[in-house]
């Protein structure tokens, strides 16, 4: 696993790991919280990486944990592959959740063709980390999407015991005891969560969209109300919720940060959010707001007091998680990837840095060798990208910090070139984006020589 440093301007923020799309691995999902360690999944691309439309996938899934002194723990890995052709297709996928004491695994696998249509199964395993995970979930069905929703709280995780079917219902199992318990039907709906003795979910669709709040104890529903346009929640262990909604494709812009609890079963505005997470703890809720162009990672108190955590600026952020005292984040790097980050919430506010990458190279010699020429370029923070060479060959790039060079397969015909006169006059035209996004092209002239 290849770990670099990205230059954060506040030293409070310990970066975990960088993670990079091909040659990879990237991030996959993450960071959770499990105690004093960050979670994370990351995949590794083994064939159809370099292609805009492969016709064939495969990739090695893993889930990596990390302490406070950056050891870095493997705690799951699997193969995955896709295969499609025409109107036919056939992939798997994997997400996780992870707490101190319990690992869960969700594994989806989706086909389909012309005749028969779509099918899919989902497999189920949660336990303790580094252990035979019990198998809680294995089904199949036609037309079935791969929705399964799960949710951890410590050792105990809530789940339909059969998702393939049309019949919404839940159990809660303790994962230490394997003691379970099945909530009164109809139970279970989108953006399920658990805590303490509550479990929450979004009943329905559109308009018609409920939050649903399940006392465990009362083994009744604590409180309803409508949660149209509801696209993220997370429940506190007092029962009280917090959500963002708005519209997907502009999330930020029409995004609204909401609050119920049992004591105000109706929905609180408590002004603008970015439609994209949300967590809370002890009352405080943390979520991403926004100004125009810029993003800040933000805690919100129960008396309604504003405070910055992460001041992003215009650097892209990911996702984040908040537990406790402890806040984990993901940011865009200079490489094209994410990096992960943790703090206190005592540390804040912090600074996620520039958003400047410089990618400088030369005119002058390529060196090729085997047919593959290789280009030198200087990025102190790491740069991402596309590198082409006109009429001869292109490669997309991810370069870490202290990494130079890009290595460019040339089409045959440039090949065959090259080795009957020796040397070739070529361009070559880099194209960059910053952690912001924004794109940046140059081209020199290069001379590619035969080595």
């Not at 004491?101 to 012309?114: F, Q, R």
């Not at 949300?278 to 504003?306: K, M, P, Q, Y």
């Not at 290789?374 to 590198?387: A, H, I, K, N, S």
Request: a positive charge.
């Amino acid at each position: 696993m290849l770990l670099a440093a990205l230059f954060v301007a506040a030293p409070a923020a310990a970066q975990v790991v960088t993670l990079r799309p091909s040659p990879g691995p990237e991030l996959a999902q993450g960071p959770q919280l499990a105690g004093e360690r960050v979670v994370w999944s990351q995949e590794l691309c083994l064939r159809g990486c370099d292609i805009d439309s492969p016709s064939e996938t495969d990739a090695v899934y893993s889930i990596r944990s990390a302490d406070g002194d950056g050891r870095v723990r493997r705690l799951f890995r699997a193969r995955t592959s896709g295969a499609f052709s025409g109107p036919n297709f056939g992939y798997d996928r994997y997400s996780f959740l992870a707490s101190e004491t319990a690992l869960a695994t969700l594994h989806v696998t989706l086909s389909g063709d012309e005749l028969e249509g779509e099918s899919g199964r989902v497999v189920v395993r949660a336990g303790a980390p580094g252990t035979r995970r019990p198998l809680l979930v294995n089904c199949s069905a036609p037309f079935f999407t791969g929705a399964a929703p799960v949710a951890l709280d410590g050792s105990r995780l809530v789940y339909d015991p059969d998702p393939c079917d049309d019949a919404p219902r839940l159990v809660v199992r303790d994962l230490a005891t394997g003691d379970t318990v099945a909530l009164p039907e109809p139970a279970g709906g989108a953006l399920l969560r658990l805590r303490g003795h509550f479990v929450a979910w979004i009943a329905g669709s559109g308009a018609e969209a409920r939050l649903v709040v399940h006392d465990l104890m009362a083994s009744a529903t604590a409180y309803s109300a409508p949660a149209a346009g509801v696209q993220a929640l997370d429940l506190d262990a007092d029962g009280t919720v917090a959500a963002v909604s708005g519209r997907p494709s502009r999330p930020c812009s029409t995004g609204r940060l909401l609050r119920y609890s049992v004591a105000a079963p109706v929905a609180t505005d408590l002004g603008p959010a970015c439609a994209t997470g949300v967590s809370i703890d002890g009352g405080r809720i943390v979520h991403l707001g926004w100004e125009r162009f810029f993003r800040t990672l933000r805690a919100v108190g129960s008396d309604g007091t504003a405070q910055d955590l992460v001041r992003f600026g215009r650097v892209r952020p990911g996702r984040f998680d908040f537990r406790g005292e402890r806040l984990a984040w993901s940011a865009r790097d200079c490489g094209g990837g994410e990096a992960i980050f943790t703090a206190r919430l005592a540390d804040a506010p912090l600074d996620a840095g520039s958003i400047n990458c410089r990618a400088r190279f030369r005119s002058g010699v390529v060196s090729v060798r085997r047919g593959i020429a290789t280009v030198r370029l200087r990025c102190p923070r790491g740069c991402g990208g596309e590198l082409s060479l006109r009429h001869m060959g292109r490669r997309e790039f991810s370069l870490l910090r202290g990494e130079t060079d890009v290595r460019i397969r040339l089409r045959r015909d440039a090949r065959v070139r090259l080795e009957r006169r020796g040397s070739l006059e070529a361009l070559a035209k880099i194209v960059t984006f910053n952690r912001a996004g924004d794109r940046s092209a140059r081209g020199r002239a290069v001379t590619l020589v035969a080595r």
